[in-house]
């Protein structure tokens, strides 16, 4: 993904979320010139065998050269990486559109931290891009141009879907989407499979079934939930008194207080 030009997409952040949407990109056979800064040389370099970017270790340098701008660090680093950011001189035709994949921090902070007319958006893109079938929800300022809204749009749909929606809702979908979801709910079904007396390969398997078949079968039958879950689910039968206990247990409850806890989080990021 080194390609040719000057202007180029910048990660600063090499980390895993970077690591995901990179390998997607290579998946999704990406031609446009790649730049990562990070201040570990180690992850630079490692990033560099595996996905043939180039690499900066100055944050300068690497500023310099980005049409777009990916900010891809923790939340508690954005502050002091786009202060830093804002001290960069461009070019009077540079135009730079900046995505922030940071958790919580709204665009207005962004804004703020950087104090330079940059072209801002959000994304929340899946570590699942990786293989190709992301989630990537985004938004926009209001006064973002259709050329950089597109720009955005775009990249991320090289590594899965794209939905766009209001700031006010990034929270809750950040809670929602994540594919972490999918693998605690596999390794709870499982391991309780395994006390039944199930061995790990086959505990995995049968729990792997129930969720990512069932989900992609309600993908692609073009039938309600409620249907599905009415087929699956005879009333008086093994599958429905499963369910039935579980939510007896709380299991709705425990999922609900779970979100909740995130959009705290997610809050409490924004009062940086």
């Known amino acids: 993904m080194k390609g040719t030009g000057k202007s180029a997409v910048v990660f600063l952040?090499?980390?895993?979320?970077?690591?995901?949407?990179?390998?997607?990109?290579?998946?999704?056979?990406?031609?446009q010139r790649v730049v990562v800064h990070d201040r570990n040389a180690q992850k630079l370099r490692q990033l560099k065998r595996q996905?043939?970017?180039?690499?900066?270790?100055?944050?300068?340098?690497?500023?310099?050269?980005?049409?777009?701008?990916?900010?891809?660090?923790?939340?508690?680093?954005?502050?002091?990486?786009?202060?830093?950011?804002?001290q960069v001189r461009l070019g009077q035709t540079h135009s730079l559109t900046a995505v922030s994949l940071a958790a919580g921090i709204p665009l207005k902070k962004l804004r703020a931290w950087t104090k330079r007319p940059l072209r801002w958006a959000r994304a929340m893109p899946s570590p699942v891009a990786?293989?190709?079938?992301?989630?990537?929800?985004?938004?926009?300022?209001?006064?973002?141009?259709?050329?950089?809204?597109?720009?955005?749009?775009?990249?991320?749909?090289?590594?899965?879907?794209?939905?766009?929606?209001?700031?006010?809702?990034?929270?809750?979908?950040?809670?929602?989407?994540?594919?972490?979801h999918g693998y605690h709910a596999l390794s709870t079904l499982a391991e309780a499979a395994g006390n039944l007396g199930l061995d790990r390969k086959t505990a995995l398997t049968a729990a792997a079934h129930a969720l990512a078949d069932g989900v992609a079968a309600w993908r692609e039958a073009g039938l309600?939930?409620?249907?599905?879950?009415?087929?699956?689910?005879?009333?008086?039968?093994?599958?429905?008194?499963?369910?039935?206990?579980?939510?007896?247990?709380?299991?709705?409850?425990?999922?609900?207080?779970?979100?909740?806890?995130?959009?705290?989080?997610?809050?409490?990021?924004?009062?940086?």
């Open 13 to 31: 952040g090499g980390g895993r979320i970077t690591s995901a949407l990179l390998a997607g990109l290579r998946l999704a056979g990406f031609r």
């Open 51 to 86: 996905y043939d970017v180039q690499i900066e270790p100055d944050l300068h340098c690497a500023v310099e050269q980005a049409r777009l701008l990916i900010i891809a660090v923790r939340p508690d680093s954005v502050r002091d990486l786009l202060q830093r950011v804002g």
């Open 224 to 272: 309600s939930l409620d249907a599905l879950l009415n087929e699956a689910a005879t009333p008086g039968g093994i599958a429905a008194t499963t369910m039935a206990k579980m939510d007896q247990s709380g299991y709705k409850r425990s999922v609900r207080l779970g979100l909740r806890a995130g959009m705290s989080r997610a809050a409490k990021n924004a009062k940086r």
């Open 130 to 180: 990786r293989t190709g079938h992301g989630l990537t929800a985004i938004t926009f300022n209001r006064d973002t141009p259709a050329t950089a809204r597109r720009e955005v749009r775009d990249f991320f749909s090289r590594v899965g879907t794209v939905v766009e929606i209001p700031e006010r809702k990034f929270d809750a979908f950040t809670v929602t989407y994540s594919s972490s």
